[in-house]
């Protein structure tokens, strides 16, 4: 079993909608928790960070971690085309000096 | 990206030969990583460095190398390529252990 659980999709919706991006873990350890966005053939990018549990916004964008069920969210809201891109969670636990990464979830939002 | 350059950017290789890539930075962070991404897999790591000299095998570090001989500089060496190590590779780095990864653009390797 991975340490971090993440549905590839692909996931296409409408542009304007929410969109919902999930991962789970399995190490209790976990207290660092990332969002990143890679676009084709391109690196990923930092998009959200978040520490321990409890939600983050920024912009269009909310974080959410739920450690109790070790569970992770990213929401988008008014999702635009540009947002098309591959989304991977990613966390580490105190001290940890490398990130477990999910296997990333291809998102296509839809003129 | 920012401060973060791969070379090279795109490479093919035959099996059984080594091959070296670079990553090079200019925001004089202390860490500095190797991940390879494959379709299914996503990104592993494959060896990472807290430090000039200092260095650390990651999940998938079999048949690879590094060495950092100067801060800006983290090399990886695939001793004698096979076609398993067919991959895109990404170089990250990070000021700290508890901060976020800026990565490079990535080096799209094929071995034949």
């Known amino acids: 079993q991975k340490e971090v659980e993440q549905d590839p999709g692909p996931l296409s919706v409408p542009e304007g909608a929410i969109v919902s991006l999930n991962c789970t873990y399995s190490n209790s350890a976990f207290q660092y928790f990332m969002w990143y966005r890679q676009y084709s053939r391109k690196g990923p990018e930092l998009l959200m960070y978040t520490y321990s549990s409890g939600n983050k916004e920024d912009g269009r964008f909310t974080a959410q971690v739920d450690k109790s069920s070790k569970y992770i969210s990213l929401f988008i809201r008014d999702s635009q085309p540009s947002d098309s891109a591959t989304y991977l969670c990613a966390m580490s636990g105190q001290g940890a000096q490398k990130l477990v990464f999910g296997q990333g979830t291809r998102l296509t939002i839809n003129p | 990206d920012a401060g973060i350059t791969q070379s090279p950017r795109h490479k093919v290789t035959e099996t059984g030969t080594p091959v070296t890539l670079r990553c090079h930075q200019t925001?004089?962070?202390?860490?500095m990583y190797w991940y390879r991404q494959d379709p299914g897999h996503g990104l592993r790591l494959i060896h990472y460095s807290y430090g000039v000299k200092d260095t650390d095998k990651g999940e998938v570090s079999d048949g690879y190398s590094v060495s950092r001989s100067k801060t800006e500089d983290f090399l990886l060496t695939l001793e004698s390529a096979t076609s398993s190590q067919t991959s895109v590779y990404f170089c990250a780095i990070s000021e700290s252990e508890f901060s976020g990864y800026t990565f490079g653009s990535g080096t799209r390797l094929t071995v034949v």
């Open positions: 925001e004089n962070h202390r860490y």
